[in-house]
């Protein structure tokens, strides 16, 4: 064979090194940005070569998309700013701070013990995959990584959708008060239109399955609600207004609901049982309700973060959006 | 060599990357850039970990921290970079203000 799996293994690990060098060393910042972006979707194969599909569909949503379009709002705004400040485009010095022989050090002392840790040990074989294995099915669904997200280690995702809650809080508190760029007529394009028609409902199909076959194979909450947030920005960019503001108690209720119903449904199993710890009968119906509010919120959420990065976020005007 | 092992030290080479120009780098832009990088080098890694039982099962324990820190990676960077658009317009500047450091 040509091409075995390692030495597959080996191309994309030094494509992936060789990428993440040209991201951090570009002078250019949006090109550093691009290349990002080109680095999540291979990142994106790595997790597909450790097994980890679950994670493949997330980066391919998030680590390549959403974040790199947070990263290009944000550049926007500021060479937008910049241009009306006369400083000129946005160069920068890679480094010539007086800390780089200590950050070099530090670098090589934390990477090179993380490694030596790595060689001498690797085959170890303990961690927590029997006991999450051997009691899946007390969970109430069948693919293990949504059993451990939403049943055994539930709590911390709880409190993982409240992170979120409270990033997009920050955002709205850091961007109250300033001028919404208008995208509506400048970059309105037939083919945009067209595309855009076509694209959202085709991702609310594909989050909805992805949410329903998250029980026995890949897929899930984060990757529905990644799938969403992505047309929430494809739909900002193409100009549509979106109803974002937290004046509208529909966007509150939206933003919070997968918080709240996750909370209920831990409170609600309280009567007999510890908090969070469903019910074997009904685990499967309560998993499946709190991933779809989780869903809806977390589309939400990322959209509300880029529409606050890209200087986006609408005021609350009288008509209804699309 | 096994395909994890190679995984792992290519997160911790990507995390070390990543380390170093979040240290160096001035601009705050770069500064976040180099975090997601660090913080893609550190998932890399773990996951690569829950892959190398003897009879091939896979722990799902990191795969959901991962997948739960990714989302949250992407919050951390979103609100990260609207303080960073109202610092700079409010000062005009991309740079924490060094002159009191050196």
């Known amino acids: 064979m040509l091409l075995d799996g390692l030495s597959f293994d080996l191309l994309l690990s030094i494509a992936l090194i060789a990428l993440a060098t040209a991201a951090l060393r570009a002078r250019d910042l949006f090109k550093s940005i691009v290349i990002f972006m080109l680095f999540g979707l291979l990142v994106a194969i790595a997790w597909v070569r450790v097994h980890a599909p679950d994670l493949a569909l997330a980066e391919a949503a998030i680590g390549s998309g959403i974040t790199g379009a947070l990263f290009l709002g944000a550049l926007n705004r500021i060479e937008r700013k910049r241009k009306g400040a006369a400083s000129g485009r946005l160069e920068n010095p890679v480094n010539g701070s007086t800390s780089g022989a200590w950050a070099v050090l530090l670098t090589l002392v934390l990477t090179g013990l993380l490694a030596m840790a790595v060689l001498s040990g690797w085959s170890y074989s303990g961690g927590l995959a029997d006991e999450a294995l051997s009691r899946i099915d007390e969970s109430g669904v069948v693919n293990p990584v949504t059993a451990v997200i939403l049943n055994f280690r539930a709590y911390d995702t709880l409190l993982e959708i409240g992170v979120l809650l409270l990033a997009v809080l920050g955002v709205y508190a850091v961007c109250e008060g300033q001028t919404m760029r208008d995208l509506r007529r400048r970059d309105r394009s037939k083919v945009l239109e067209t595309f855009v028609h076509l694209l959202s409902p085709m991702v609310v199909l594909t989050a909805g399955y992805l949410v329903w076959v998250g029980y026995k194979e890949p897929g899930g909450a984060f990757q529905a609600g990644a799938l969403l947030g992505g047309a929430g920005v494809v739909l900002l960019l193409s100009g549509r207004e979106l109803p974002l503001h937290t004046a509208r108690t529909v966007v509150r209720i939206i933003l919070g609901g997968g918080f709240l119903v996750f909370l209920l449904a831990g409170l609600l199993v309280m009567k007999d049982r510890a908090f969070l710890e469903y019910p074997r009968a009904s685990a499967k119906h309560i998993i499946l309700i709190i991933e779809l509010a989780c869903t809806v919120s977390i589309g939400a959420i990322l959209t509300v973060l880029f529409s606050g990065c890209a200087n986006l976020l609408a005021a609350p005007s009288e008509e209804e959006g699309p | ?102």
């Open chain 2, 1 to 102: 060599m096994s395909t994890s092992l190679i995984y792992a030290l290519t997160g911790i080479a990507i995390a070390g990357l990543g380390l170093f120009h979040y240290l160096s780098q001035r601009n705050i832009l770069r500064k976040v850039l180099a975090g997601n990088f660090i913080g893609t080098g550190i998932f890399l890694f773990l996951v690569s970990s829950a892959d190398r039982q003897a009879d091939g099962s896979i722990d799902p324990v990191p795969h959901a921290l991962v997948l739960t820190g990714i989302v949250v990676a992407v919050s951390a960077t979103a609100l990260l970079l609207a303080l960073l658009c109202r610092y700079h317009d409010e000062t005009g500047s991309l740079t924490l203000d060094e002159e009191d450091d050196e």
